[in-house]
């Protein structure tokens, strides 16, 4: 790689890091495709051996006065005698099984340990097993509402968690023996679903959910709670806003230089940038990643009791002291409609689900005031520079290029 002034003037990549087409497989006339997703599928009945394919979802639309239908393809990457002068070329795609089925296939999930997937088809929800013959075998289903956006499973349960483009998030079992679906707890109101994933944090379980009014909101499921009626409705604990259209929302593990948290929190749309490599203890725990169709990329994570309440603190005084662009209020930018009462608020035993979350793109600007300011925001915080420069990096604020925002 050569550069002069900053800019990158040419690049080579290594062999093994060239892209190249690995196959053409044509579709049927007016099919288009709605899903691609990795899963980790059974490909033997006898041995169970489970390989990473790839799912393809599709819809075929011929005239407006007949229902959509839909087909499911499952493809493999086999390995095969590359050219001799593109070494690049030793992949290509192999479809293993194609199934037609009633409806449009709108999202795709693994399901359970057996090595099945969940197929959301019209307004149903089917799971499959895939044969070794190249069919897809219906074990077990569940009737859905309107048109279900999302689809997404806990690996080594049987939970799933379906999004419905306007009804909310459905909490589903599945049992492997007998082969059998059945609702554990939904959302309540309307809900315009757009993505959905797991956060799974010790003994308890959360959902994070994207709107399309650019609003995430985090759900728990908690059936000993008396507002939950026994766990058939999930409660809502967290609403933001982002101001970003989401698209994705995906659960990845992360790495944290404090103790395991335990409060979820969410995160502000940033443009994305590597984080930078650190030599302290770290912890495992989980974290979401959060993908825009603006571009932006924005991380949502879980603070503990004590850090919470510090960096709260500080949030609270660096409203008033910072300037703002535009002369713009952040706090009422991160407001939902519900919480500036333009629709129904969303209380949890008198607690406005619009607080409780941080801004970590304000947070991050705490560096940006003078020695004075900033040992007299912690000292009205009741901590010091150092334990709050810690609860910053712990959640990714500080030594990360400050692009990574973290709520």
């Avoid at 089925?101 to 019209?122: D, H, I, P």
Wanted: glycine share 8%.
């Amino acid at each position: 790689m050569s550069s002069g002034k900053g800019a990158v003037r040419s690049a080579e990549l290594p062999p093994e890091f060239l892209v190249a087409e690995l196959g053409c497989y044509p579709l049927q006339a007016h099919e288009t495709v709605l899903v691609i997703k990795t899963l980790t599928l059974e490909t033997s009945e006898i041995t169970h051996e489970q390989r990473s394919l790839i799912a393809v979802g599709t819809s075929i639309s011929t005239v407006i006065d007949l229902p959509a239908q839909g087909a499911i393809y499952i493809f493999d990457v086999i390995p095969v005698v590359p050219d001799p002068d593109r070494p690049e070329t030793n992949r290509k795609l192999k479809l293993i099984a194609r199934e037609e089925v009633k409806g449009a296939v709108t999202a795709l999930s693994e399901a359970g340990t057996q090595g099945f997937l969940v197929a959301a088809q019209a307004q149903k929800c089917v799971v499959r097993g895939l044969k070794e013959d190249g069919s897809l075998l219906p074990v077990a289903f569940m009737d859905m509402m309107c048109h279900v956006s999302v689809a997404r499973c806990l690996p080594g349960t049987g939970m799933c968690l379906f999004g419905d483009a306007w009804k909310g998030i459905w909490f589903v079992g599945y049992m492997e023996e007998p082969y059998k679906m059945g609702l554990l707890g939904k959302s309540t109101g309307r809900l315009e679903v757009m993505a959905a994933d797991f956060l799974p944090d010790t003994d308890q379980l959360y959902m994070v959910v994207g709107d399309a009014d650019c609003n995430i909101h985090i759900f728990q499921y908690d059936p000993e709670h008396p507002k939950s009626l026994s766990g058939t409705h999930l409660l809502p604990l967290r609403t933001f806003h982002t101001g970003h259209f989401p698209t994705t929302i995906t659960r990845i593990p992360s790495s944290s230089v404090s103790s395991p948290p335990s409060l979820p929190s969410a995160s502000s749309p940033a443009p994305a940038s590597p984080p930078t490599t650190t030599t302290t203890t770290t912890t495992t725990s989980q974290q979401i990643l959060l993908t825009t169709l603006t571009g932006a990329i924005a991380l949502i994570t879980r603070l503990s009791e004590s850090g919470y309440r510090r960096l709260s603190s500080v949030q609270a005084q660096l409203y008033a002291s910072l300037e703002h662009p535009c002369g713009l209020n952040p706090k009422s930018h991160r407001l939902s409609a519900a919480g500036r009462g333009l629709s129904g608020t969303l209380v949890l035993d008198g607690y406005l689900a619009d607080r409780g979350v941080l801004d970590g793109g304000l947070l991050a600007r705490w560096t940006e005031l003078d020695v004075g300011r900033r040992a007299e925001i912690c000292s009205r915080a009741g901590t010091d520079e150092d334990e709050l420069l810690l609860d910053l990096r712990a959640v990714g604020v500080v030594g990360v290029d400050h692009v990574l925002a973290y709520l």
